[in-house]
């Protein structure tokens, strides 16, 4: 197959957008064009044109990696194929709310920031995972040290950081008199409005307090809360699609049917109505993005590591156990939801089940070793903060400990068999530095758990109850370790 869905014969099974697609203007730049944005965010503002024939249109930008999903996002006309992978069947939907894509080896970083500074745009949305945002797990802060921001700090008009283009593209505006924008997170970090308001005007006043004052004042954050399970494109993946769509498109997800938003409704220059598309608009995201944290995204990061220690490929393969299956539904109700407070009508135990099923989707091949990617970056929001309230309650939190264990086991590098761990984090070399110092050892728990400068490492307890867990995963094996309750 070598033509493409904008100009191939496509399969009736396929919907196609039903809105004239040449009256959209790009109101969003999105930093981070990843599978997850695709299936998520782009689906809602499809839907959501299709629903009211608007003109808001997004252009995507990588920054780094993904020239060659750019270039092929460009050679059919920014269409893209989602494919719902239900339990028993498939749902496939051409979306059409992406209408540019760019790259600074295609354009340069100027023609990144023009785009970001036409007047019409209203949106700046990002999904750049946690290590993205160039932040200081233990402050908080924006992290002065890190590589990129000393980079742009030297020659802040040639960025490299997507902190780095906002703050420019935010400095242009301010100085050509433009309105200013929303700054919106997609990303699975807790408060992430908050996270990217700090690293925003933390970089914006180390290069002039007059703009940092600026942006304080005019410049919004909404916090924001996504939920849907997107695995990473494969080559199987894609010719599977292809052959239900009748031509191949390489830009082509598959996902689960399932999709939710909640946004933050705090807009200053106005905003899609992305509500009629499924989305939910609140004065108060936190309490739904800490149950998704915790609940399913702690769950996730439990049966990653310990699915992968335990010879489990994909997500769906470790739910086909039932000690696993149980782990995950006890740390999810006995372990999290005690942690959560909701609003009233929340049914965390609906919440959980239903997470069970959506894991349980076979159809989906969501990698274990790709939901462990990063784990230094994720372990705080998803299992240490739930600790924390543990600890202050003189609660059981075993599953939880069981899950950070994991982690440490399964960033040695090595697996249960020995074989080579291909271990993708920011902190991997400091990782290595502690095995090599200790060894598969229960005496490398305390400088694993440091990397966090976490207040835990001085409990006692936590410690302690930690390296039980990480012992018993090198006395038995991680399969064995989970069915133990």
Known sequence: MIRNIANGEISSVASFPAYDRQKLVTRIVHLGCGAFHRAHQAVFTHHMLEKTGSDWGICEVSLFSGQTLIQQLNDQDCLCTIAEK????????????????????????????????????????????????????????????????????????APKSAIGYIVEALRLRYKRGLSPLTVMSCDNVRENGKVTREAVIGFARLRDEKLAQWVEGNVTFPCTMVDRIVPAATPESLEEIAEQLGVYDPCAIACEPFRQWVIEDN???????????????????????????????????????????????????????????????????????????????????????????????????????????????????????????????????????????????????????????????????????????????VDAVPALLAVFGNPLLANPHFVRVVSNAYQQLLDYGARCVVAIR
């Open 86 to 157: 239900g339990a028993e069947q498939t749902e496939l939907k051409i979306i059409g709310s992406m209408i540019d894509a760019l790259h600074p080896e295609f354009v340069g970083q100027q023609g990144i920031l023009e785009t970001m500074v036409q007047p019409q745009v209203a949106i700046i949305s990002l999904t750049i995972t946690e290590k993205g945002y160039c932040t200081d797990a233990a402050s908080g802060k924006l992290d002065v040290n890190n590589a990129l921001i000393q980079q742009d700090l030297v020659n802040p008009t």
């Open 267 to 441: 807009f200053v220059s106005g905003r899609p109505n992305w509500d009629v598309a499924g989305a939910q608009f609140v004065e108060d995201v936190v309490p739904f993005e800490t149950m998704k944290l915790r609940m399913l995204n702690g769950s996730h990061s439990f049966l990653a590591y310990l699915g992968y220690l335990g010879g489990y490929a994909h997500i769906a393969d470790a739910m086909m156990n039932p000690d696993y299956r149980q782990a995950v539904l006890d740390l999810m109700l006995k372990e999290q939801a005690p942690t959560l407070t909701m609003p009233a009508g929340t049914d965390l135990f609906q919440y959980a089940h239903l997470l069970i099923e959506r894991f349980s989707n076979s159809r989906l091949k969501h990698q274990t070793w790709q939901i462990a990617m990063d784990g230094s970056q994720k372990l705080p929001q998803r299992m240490l903060d739930s600790v924390t309230y543990h600890l202050a309650n003189g609660r059981d939190y075993w599953y939880l400990a069981l899950g950070i264990a994991g982690w440490m086991r399964y960033i040695s590098g090595k697996d249960e068999q020995g074989e080579l761990i291909d271990v993708r984090d920011p902190l991997v070399d400091q990782f290595k530095s502690i095995y090599r110092q200790h060894g598969l050892s």
